[in-house]
């Protein structure tokens, strides 16, 4: 299968005066419908990676390439909607805006690249409302949810447009070891159905374990990139 | 758009009293200007209409003997070449000697056809006492002369002209100007009586005219057709109006305007400033949730849209706010500042299309001062805000 995603010779250095390089050429390529993990310290640089793949930041060199085209050559408003059809985003730090209710938040990237909701959407939102376990809380205004339903309502969030790609950065760190075993169960099996590539940074190696390939970053550099044979 | 408005109206909810604070803020700029504007336009309503409110706009005499002999013609072409006139009259103007009991005081005595010139003079709404002359030899005074010669409706009075001769007259009524005036020494009749005393011909001394209410400022353009059009007809007429009889006044008016101008242009520049700071401050408040929209594809022109839809929201709460404030402002004012007799010290001028005009400023500044925070809105990138969680 073509690579949906690849990384050449990335690097960012950060600053202008002080110059920290935080990444050295990173060349990556990830498959479509692949289930990846991004291990490694803290500070290693890896939400760093996850902002340049999103298209968020850019990289100082190198390029990023997104279904064959690279993006450093596309427009702001291009971007902006290949990010809103494309790429399903959790953040380290949720991110919900706190002006709407947990579903109105899960609704945004719709409503972002649509003029109208349909029905069928609201429906689909409220689905993955339950099937995230939050079908109790969803009206409840962001505010009113505690650190581990935001995440999970910003995973419901990242789903809802049927990217073709979700980056989520430590999705799950603010749940317990049972709630992040179903959450990693429901990706896995969206993964499977819909053919929808995932790239999740984890700490947690149990969890990295159960991933298609890990990658461990350390010091801005790729130590390993172990690729499970199924 | 939808979707930017809706954004938009949540951020203002979310902050509801800095909202609502805002609004108020807006709202007392236009009712100061609301207020300031009706209350130069009503003192300058009322010095005008002091000023010409029992005078002619524009006039035509005679500069040869002083007499007008085919005043109906010149009346005639002088309608038709200016439809802003609304009335116009013979007069024929006399000085005249009253004597009562070894008293006496001189008169302006006028004859008027007084059907035409009630379009000029009101006679009827300022008819204190009485009625109207019926017949030739029935005469008006003023409400003064009633009480300096203890006079009553019904009365006889005898009236001395230049040449000495004595003529009596019948008073009909008396009419109250609220100035002293007209109120002491017009007495005011038909033209042919006045032709009568003074044993003249059928002719008047002046035309006087009326223009349109809400045009008297154009009396001079008004005066200009009516002289091009009575020149062919006599080469002695000419023509003067109310303005170039008042050049101080006017020129005080304008004065007042002008300052009255600058104070609500200033009031506007200062609410302006206001709200544009006031928005460029929700940007940064809310510049996290701005991060996110845009890392999940909302384009830049849409999240400017947010802070301009912000403007217009409050520019028309606002609006609406002013026009409530300024209106009870002036309701009060007009209520509670009252002269000795319940007249309001200024009349107000409620003019709906100024009130209309301030509003629709303060929307259109609002939103002009909303560009500065869309702008800002629009160059936010999104990474500044997910890297710096
Ligand atoms: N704006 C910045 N300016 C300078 N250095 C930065 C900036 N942002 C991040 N860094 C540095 O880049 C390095 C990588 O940061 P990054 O956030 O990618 O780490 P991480 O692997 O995601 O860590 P964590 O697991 O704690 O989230 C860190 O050493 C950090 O100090
Ligand atoms: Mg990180």
Same mark, same amino acid.
């Given at each position: 299968?073509?690579n949906?995603?690849?990384?050449k #010779?990335? #690097? &960012? ?9 935080v990444?050295?050429?990173i ?8 289930? #990846?993990?991004i ?11 996850? @902002?340049?793949?999103?298209t968020l930041d850019?990289?100082?060199?190198g390029?990023?390439v997104?279904?064959g085209?690279?993006?450093s050559?596309m427009?702001?408003?291009q ?5 809103n059809?494309?790429?399903g ?15 109105e ?9 649509h &003029?109208?909701?349909? &029905? ?7 689905e993955?409302?339950?099937?995230v376990g939050?079908? &109790? ?6 505010t ?6 935001q995440?999970?309502t910003a ?5 809802l @447009?049927?990217?073709?790609?979700i980056?989520a950065d430590?999705p799950?760190g603010?749940?317990?070891?049972l709630s992040t ?5 429901l990706l896995?099996?969206i @993964?499977?159905?819909?053919g ?5 940074i ?6 990295a ?5 890990i990658i461990?970053?350390?010091d801005g ?6 690729m499970?044979?199924? | 758009m ?12 979310s ?7 805002i609004?108020?803020g807006?709202?007392i ?15 300058q309503?009322s010095?005008?209409?002091?000023? !010409?409110?029992?005078a002619?706009?524009v006039s035509v ?5 002083? =007499? ?11 309608v038709?070449?200016?439809?802003r ?10 000085s ?7 008293e ?5 005595? *006028?004859?008027?056809?007084l ?7 009101? =006679?009827?709404?300022?008819l204190?006492e ?19 010669f ?14 000495? *001769?004595?003529?009596?007259c019948t ?8 100035v ?11 033209l +042919? ?7 003249l011909?059928?002719v008047?001394s ?10 008297? =400022? ?8 009516v ?12 023509v003067?109006?109310?303005k170039?009889?008042n050049?101080?006044l006017l ?5 007042q305007?002008?300052?009255s ?13 206001? $709200?544009?700071?006031?928005?460029a401050?929700?940007?940064m408040?809310?510049?996290r949730?701005?991060g996110?929209?845009?890392a ?16 217009? $929201?409050?520019?028309?709460?606002g609006? !609406?706010?002013g ?7 002036s =309701?009060?004012?007009?209520?509670f500042?009252?002269? +000795?007799?319940g007249?309001?010290?200024? +009349? ?23 560009l500065?925070p ?7 990138n +999104? ?7």
């Open positions: 299968m073509s949906i995603l690849e990384l #010779n990335i #690097n &960012k250095i950060y600053g202008t005066t002080v110059k920290t390089q990444l050295y050429d060349n990556l390529g990830f498959k479509e419908g692949s289930f #990846n993990s291990i490694g310290q803290s500070g290693s640089g890896k939400s760093t990676l996850m @902002n340049i793949m999103g850019t990289p100082t060199s390029d990023v997104v279904d085209v690279i993006t050559g427009r702001a408003s971007l902006a909607s290949y990010r059809r494309s790429i985003f959790v953040f380290q730090f949720h991110y919900l805006l706190p002006e709407f209710t947990a579903l938040n899960v609704l945004m990237p719709y409503r972002i690249g &003029k109208t909701v349909p &029905k069928e959407t609201t429906d689909r939102a409220k993955l409302m339950k099937l939050l079908e &109790k809380v969803m009206n409840n205004n962001a009113q949810m505690s650190g581990g339903q995440q999970r995973i419901a969030r990242a789903l @447009n049927q990217p073709k790609m980056l430590e799950t603010n749940l317990d070891s075993g179903t959450i990693y169960d896995r099996d @993964n499977e159905r819909f929808t590539t995932f790239i999740i984890t700490h947690d190696r149990k969890i374990e159960k991933a298609d390939r461990e970053i350390t550099r790729i130590n390993m990139d172990l499970k044979n199924n | 939808k979707l930017s408005y809706q954004i938009a109206t949540r951020f203002l909810k902050a509801l009293t800095q909202t609502l604070i609004i108020l807006i709202g700029g236009v009712s100061v200007q609301i207020f300031i504007g009706s209350l130069i336009q009503g003192l309503k010095l005008v209409n002091t000023t !010409i409110g029992n002619a706009h005499t005679d500069d040869d003997d002083g =007499f007008i002999e085919d005043y109906e013609a010149v009346i005639r072409s002088a038709d070449a200016d439809d006139i609304v009335a116009a009259s013979p007069v024929l103007n006399a005249v000697l009253i004597e009562k009991d070894g006496s005081q001189s008169l302006l005595i *006028r004859g008027f056809d059907q035409k010139a009630e379009g000029i003079y009101e =006679f009827s709404e300022y204190d009485g009625a109207m002359p019926k017949a030739d030899g029935e005469v008006l005074l003023g409400v003064i002369a009633r009480d300096n203890e006079l009553s409706v019904g009365d006889t009075i005898s009236l001395i002209t230049p040449d000495k *001769r004595t003529v009596e008073v009909s009524g008396f009419f109250d100007y609220k002293a005036a007209p109120n002491e020494s017009w007495c005011i009749t038909t +042919p009586t006045v032709q009568a005393i003074f044993e011909d059928d008047a002046a035309i006087e005219f009326q223009v349109d209410q809400d045009l008297v =400022f154009e009396a001079d353009a008004v005066a200009k057709n002289s091009a059009a009575i020149a062919s007809g006599s080469d002695t007429l000419v003067g109006e109310w170039e009889a050049e101080q020129s005080g008016l304008q004065g305007s002008i300052s101008i600058m104070i609500q242009v200033f009031v506007m520049i200062s609410v302006v400033l206001g $709200i544009a700071s006031v928005l401050i929700t940007v408040q809310k510049s949730q701005i996110i929209l845009k999940m594809g909302i384009r830049n022109g849409s999240s400017s849209l947010i802070f301009l839809f912000q403007g217009l $929201i409050l520019g028309i709460f609006a !609406i706010a026009v409530l404030l300024g209106l009870g402002l =309701f009060a004012f007009t209520t500042a009252l002269n +000795p007799d007249t309001p010290v200024v +009349p107000l001028y409620i003019d709906p299309a100024f009130i209309a005009l301030s509003a629709a400023i303060a929307v259109v500044a609002c939103v002009v001062a909303s500065i869309a702008r800002k809105s629009s160059v936010l +999104p990474i500044d805000i997910i890297r710096n969680q």
